[in-house]
């Protein structure tokens, strides 16, 4: 019980040092404009206008979370390391494991929090626009916040033992090839049945493929857009599949960041 009372006491600090980060509310606003401006894209775009503002909306709401997660959550690591506090804090009865799983649950509130507002706003203006706002719109955005569940994930284990620009760009490469995994493993499967490289290459790059999809999280699987705004049903236990499939992956890059982070020499 003590150690779930570091981690909520670590959180709240941290959800409330998040709040008053500049770069949060930049990303917010960014969020909201883009958010607004989809209405505009919609009157341009020769689509429908209802597909333009949820698809624009449901993009924006993923890319900012990704952004805050990179721009927000790498950072709160870094400043306690930097700034030494960290060794104030480790001073006292508190695990580094409770460190990091505070800095985690906080900074995952401060994501929900961003949601939740991008969520209000979202179906404000399609109510606006005459949209139908859907139930199943909130499947889609519930499956983005697995989404950066997994990601705030990386983004910590890689900044409990590495830089922060370098934190970042690893944070980014393991989203992008989260999402283009799995299309890369239907291409080259795609290139060899059409005889497009010998067998020898094909089987080399089939092997690269099969365990960059399975090495890194498959983040394509929380990205249903297209079913949503399209009105077609998800398959049976989709969302609670990938919501069990979510929490492994944050249990092992948790795991792995508390044990390297109990690793390090801070003196």
């Not at 950072?75 to 104030?88: A, D, F």
């Amino acid at each position: 019980m003590q150690m779930f009372k570091h981690i909520g006491v670590i959180a709240l600090n941290t959800f409330r040092e998040s709040i008053r980060d500049k770069i949060l509310y930049n990303i917010g606003l960014l969020a909201v404009a883009l958010a607004l401006f989809s209405i505009v894209l919609g009157e341009w775009s020769v689509f429908d206008r209802s597909y333009v503002i949820k698809s624009t909306t449901l993009s924006v709401m993923s890319i900012s979370g990704l952004l805050i997660s990179i721009f927000v959550g790498i950072s709160l690591v870094q400043k306690e390391i930097k700034g030494r506090t960290v060794l104030t804090l480790l001073s006292k009865p508190i695990s580094r494991a409770s460190f990091i799983l505070g800095k985690y649950v906080g900074l995952l509130s401060v994501v929900a929090v961003h949601l939740a507002l991008l969520t209000c706003i979202f179906y404000a203006i399609l109510l606006l626009t005459g949209s139908n706002p859907t139930a199943s719109l909130i499947t889609a955005i519930y499956l983005i916040f697995c989404e950066m569940a997994v990601v705030i994930a990386v983004a910590l284990l890689f900044s409990s033992f590495s830089s922060t620009v370098l934190s970042a760009l690893f944070t980014l490469g393991v989203y992008l090839a989260g999402h283009l995994s799995n299309e890369l493993l239907e291409q080259v499967r795609f290139a060899a049945r059409m005889g497009e490289m010998d067998a020898t290459s094909s089987a080399i790059f089939e092997k690269a493929a099969v365990v960059i999809h399975a090495v890194f999280p498959g983040l394509y699987r929380f990205n249903v857009t297209t079913y949503v705004v399209h009105g077609v049903a998800l398959p049976d236990m989709y969302v609670f599949w990938n919501s069990i499939y979510a929490l492994g992956y944050v249990g092992v890059f948790l795991a792995i960041a508390s044990w390297w982070f109990s690793r390090r020499d801070f003196l």
